[in-house]
């Protein structure tokens, strides 16, 4: 048996802020998202956001700001992701400002440090064996959902689709 876990990208693109905006700085250096968070299929969330901790929450996501890439996998890869996210937050990971700026540098700081949410995602992710085991301290939103798009179009041709993208069209994001 089969299911999905979901990650979800935000694109700042309509955020209207006349001060400095971590979104938009994060997005201009590797656009065009700026935050993730992966989903399980009961909808509780889990990402970490400046100045939190990991946060474990039921939510929905606006689709109109949102991209969601699902990502097919067991239910033991479900329930081996669901632990690694439990335990997270579990440990009070927090959100390190530092390491997801570092994300664009070649310097890497040790895991205790903190996180940022693409890491979470992508360490949830490695858990659960959905992807190979990596550093993850240079992983940015945007960097993560080009890994997932190269990993469906690295199928064979012709072979069912594993990774289901809804990327917004231009039309209904008003542009």
């Not at 100045?51 to 699902?70: A, E």
């Amino acid at each position: 048996m089969s299911t999905n876990l979901c990650v979800w990208f935000y694109n700042p693109t309509f955020e209207q802020h006349r001060y400095f905006n971590f979104n938009k700085f994060v997005a201009y250096m590797d656009a065009p998202f700026c935050h993730c968070e992966i989903q399980f299929p009961d909808s509780t969330a889990f990402t970490v956001y400046m100045g939190t901790d990991v946060v474990k929450k039921s939510r929905s996501f606006d689709t109109s700001k949102y991209t969601c890439v699902r990502v097919p996998c067991t239910v033991q890869q479900l329930h081996k992701a669901r632990t690694f996210a439990e335990s997270e937050a579990v440990m009070r990971k927090s959100f390190s400002l530092l390491m997801m700026t570092l994300t664009f540098s070649g310097i890497s700081l040790s895991s205790k440090q903190g996180t940022f949410c693409s890491k979470l995602c992508a360490d949830v992710l490695m858990a659960a064996e959905l992807m190979p085991a990596q550093d993850t301290c240079h992983i940015s939103p945007s960097a993560l959902y080009r890994y997932l798009h190269e990993q469906e179009a690295r199928k064979p041709q012709g072979a069912a689709s594993a990774i289901h993208f809804n990327m917004p069209t231009r039309l209904q994001l008003g542009l």
